[in-house]
């Protein structure tokens, strides 16, 4: 069954532990939504509204979030494993322990946010801009920093061992 919604307005809806496996969200409006332990593999979100949010634990492995923004989310252990997260913005957002194994985030912008003990193995990070990020014991096994901006990150028991790094700018590091 496909789960249709284009343009929804769901601001403050309560979605925890649902299943909207597939589901295509483009466009909507999910302030402030309570998505904790949602399901959403292979959903579309693309230039989703996704301010205030309550996303912890929930799985977006697959799924499509260009352009999203995240301003202000709580994403504690969300998996977005092979998410495609291109030009989506991040501020303010709590992403500890997150999963973004093989994840695309080229392009992306992270700033005033939490990565410690975040994954991110494989992931593309081509372009991304980190500012005032924390990336404490971060893993980045193999991912790909090319020509990324890094400015005021916290790398502390960070190894980038095959980590592609050319071109990247690292800025004030602390």
Known sequence: ?????LHASLVRADLSNANLEGANLSHANLTETNLSNTRLVNAILIEAKLEGADLCRADLS????????FNRAD????????AKLTEAKFSGVNLLGANFCRA???GAVLKNVNLDDAKLKYAN???VEFIDVK?????????DLSKAKLERVDLDDVKLSYVKVKGACFLEPI
């Open 125 to 127: 990070l081509h372009r």
């Open 104 to 106: 695309a985030l080229v």
């Open 62 to 69: 697959d799924a499509d979030l260009s352009l999203a923004c």
């Open 1 to 5: 069954m496909l789960k249709l919604f």
């Open 75 to 82: 994403m504690c252990d969300i998996n977005f494993t092979n």
């Open 135 to 143: 990336m404490r014991s971060a893993t980045l096994f193999g991912a």
